[in-house]
């Protein structure tokens, strides 16, 4: 009786010392069983539609919808397997930015891919989804004239017009070109000190002139006339 007694004491002080939740018991023994963890993959992106789906040469940063399905926050967007800044929405969504020299850059194959990334564990690439980019540079509205698109898109020479020269000044006739030779800067008398000399000579040539003339004319008045 005493015997029954201790046994069942000891069977309750097991209970009470051993977790309900790691206890276990094999052929009457008890034994400790660690909690099982489960690993959680990511899940591999897939992309349904793009929205913009196209741009034009010339156009800047451009900020595009992402839609579909297995997106998390850590997803990176990709354009032709380089990565773009990449805005999580939510699973189904993403923003991506592309740049002006995105579309300058693959202009030549006429746009390029965009695909999703998520990281290990799990996860994968998405499907590729084509952006196309028009060969047209936008007008700075960016809008066009009758829906038609400007003719001038592909045009790349330079016009290069002269402007006329005002040559009113610089006319060149007989008096102007004597006197340019005369006192023009690469005229024989350039230097203005030798301009003023010369000009004074020939003033002072001038008034001898008319001094010798006038003075011979009162000389001829003066002087009677002989009669034989």
Do not use: C
């Amino acid at each position: 009786m005493v015997f029954s007694f201790v046994l069942l004491a000891a069977l309750v002080l097991g209970l009470i010392v051993i977790p309900q939740d790691t206890k276990a018991q094999y052929g009457g023994y008890i034994s400790s069983i660690p909690a099982a963890t489960v690993r959680q993959d990511n899940p591999e992106p897939i992309i349904k539609s793009i929205n913009p789906s196209a741009s034009n040469v010339g156009v800047g940063t451009k900020t595009v919808n992402i839609i579909g399905e297995g997106f998390i926050p850590s997803s990176v967007a990709r354009v032709n397997g380089s990565n773009r800044p990449t805005t999580f929405i939510d699973s189904s969504h993403l923003l991506v930015q592309i740049t002006g020299n995105d579309t300058y850059l693959y202009q030549t194959n006429g746009g390029f891919y965009i695909t999703v990334f998520n990281g290990p564990p799990g996860g994968g690439y998405s499907n590729a989804v084509f952006f196309k980019i028009n060969k047209t540079v936008a007008s700075p509205a960016g809008t066009t004239t009758n829906g038609t698109q400007n003719d001038n898109a592909n045009n790349t020479y330079t016009n290069f017009t002269d402007a006329p020269e005002n040559n009113s000044s610089d006319s060149i006739d007989g008096s102007n070109l004597s006197s340019n030779a005369i006192f023009g800067e690469n005229g024989i008398f350039h230097s203005r000190l030798i301009q003023w000399i010369f000009a004074a000579i020939l003033v002072l040539v001038a008034v001898i002139l008319v001094r010798r003339i006038y003075g011979a004319d009162k000389k001829y008045h003066a002087v009677p006339l002989k009669h034989d």
